[in-house]
């Protein structure tokens, strides 16, 4: 008999389930049957329990357990039949009016859409590129330096200067008031990391040991501790200790330290432009594939199920307690995050995953083991033992779904930059890593 299927509005959908009386008795009959050889009552032997005090005790947790079994299953089989794409739970209650001998129920539910991907010849993309420079090199040589570098007294008449580590008591107050975070003894610093905002580091600079100072510092609008942020502090720092850096020979003892196989000055620079080569494919890959997926989102029509999208809001407002408790803030589980913050991001995720399955399923996109198998190859080779990574991989089936799932991005990502239209812009190894 052909399922009726009520179109309600947009992707949300009605139906009527009916189930023969009959049948679920049989099935909670037979249930009871099976418990009453195991359960164990007082007064009674294992297996000599009444039927009637069986059924009593668990009959309603049975019948209950057998309804939604049963209810579940003919929702599924007309959902089949109909040939529907169901999008999350569907709503089902028990409805009146039912045939003799029979239950009815009434099941709500939405569908997954129609996705129409306009022509994509019409997209436009912009791919950036950029190459490693000497320069980038040398810059990230420099780093090292700077996290192998160690400190020593400074003169008593030296000034401290951008490089020192200095040591210093200060406190701020605000109105005359002080505030929290706002007072601090023996706090280290270096000057000229940014570790201090800027008016704190230039009131500091130039100042001798056992010197003072007291200026202004406005905290930015921004600033992590809300209570200041935007408001102007008068501080006074005074200086109790300095000393200077001093940076390691750019020679084979540094890239002894580094790991290099050969320990030479060549071999490092070597292994560190190899290093900043994959770490730019990679940004430019992200980059580029995040510029994709903005045009093929804004070719595409289609309705949000909100099933899928409440399911993807749950999800992320778990992911952030996680993330609480994992920072350690106390009762995470309970702390109040509004919703709709989550829904714009739940949105996008569920569009796009749409979008990409259609395109992915109209143009044969599905990714291929050789493909997996090279991506494995390619992000083992950076390991010292390939071979294990490799093994490892193969062995998780989490890990390979989550190179499924890069593969699979890619795949769409240079199907999309072979149809749109695509111009290049060549930016600076400094602005594609200053990006987050």
């Known amino acids: 008999m052909p399922v009726a299927v009520e179109i309600l509005e947009k992707l949300e959908r009605k139906m009527t389930l009916s189930l023969p009386i009959g049948i679920i008795q049989s099935e909670v009959a037979s249930r009871l049957k099976k418990l009453a050889r195991t359960v164990k009552m007082d007064g009674f032997r294992p297996g000599k329990v009444p039927m009637n ?17 049963k209810v579940g299953e003919a929702f599924f089989n007309a959902a ?35 996705v129409t991907i306009g022509d994509l010849a019409t997209a436009e993309v912009e791919k950036v590129t950029t190459e490693v420079s000497d320069a980038a090199v040398e810059k990230t040589v420099d780093i090292l330096r700077k996290q192998r570098r160690t400190f020593s007294q400074r003169p008593h008449d030296a000034a401290a200067q951008d490089g020192d580590r200095v040591l210093v008591d200060f406190e701020g107050k605000i109105d005359g008031e002080a505030f929290e975070g706002g007072k601090a003894e023996d706090f280290q610093f270096i000057l000229g990391d940014g570790q201090m905002l800027k008016e704190f580091e230039e009131a500091t600079q130039g ?23 935007g408001k102007t502090a008068d ?38 432009r190899k290093n900043l080569d994959r770490e730019v494919k990679n940004r430019l890959l992200a980059r580029n594939k995040t ?36 920072r350690g803030i106390k009762d995470a589980d309970k702390v109040a995050i509004p919703d709709d913050v989550f829904r714009p991001q739940a949105e996008r995720r569920v569009r796009l995953g749409l979008v990409v399955a259609e395109l992915v399923r109209a143009n044969d996109l599905q990714v291929k083991m050789e493909q997996i198998k090279a991506y494995v190859e390619e992000l083992a ?50 602005e594609l890593m200053a990006q987050n």
């Open 53 to 69: 005090v069986v059924a009593q005790r668990y009959g309603y947790g049975v019948q209950h357990e057998v309804m939604n079994e």
């Open 80 to 114: 089949h039949e109909a040939q529907l794409r169901v999008a999350g739970r569907p709503q089902i209650s028990e409805k009146e009016g039912a045939a003799e001998g029979e239950l009815a129920f009434e099941a709500i539910f939405e569908v997954f859409p129609e």
């Open 207 to 229: 100042l001798k040991l056992g010197e003072s100072k007291t200026f202004p510092l406005v905290f930015p609008v921004d600033y992590h501790g809300k209570d200041v942020a």
């Open 235 to 272: 501080f006074m720092v005074t200086v109790k200790k300095i000393e200077t850096a001093h940076l390691p020979d750019v020679d084979e003892a540094l890239a002894k330290s580094l790991g290099i196989a050969n320990a030479s000055v060549d071999s490092l620079r070597v292994d560190i």
């Open 291 to 326: 510029a994709v997926m903005d045009a093929l989102v804004a070719k595409a029509e289609l309705d949000l199920p909100n099933a899928s999208v409440r399911a993807e809001m749950d999800r992320l407002l778990e992911g952030a307690r996680a993330d609480l408790k994992k």
């Open 381 to 430: 080779a950076t390991y010292e033992k390939p071979a294990e990574v490799s093994r490892w991989y193969f062995s998780d089936s989490k890990k390979l779904a989550e190179v499924e799932g890069i593969v699979l991005e890619n795949n769409v990502t240079n199907f999309v930059l072979s149809q749109a239209k695509v111009t290049e812009k060549t930016i600076t190894f400094e």
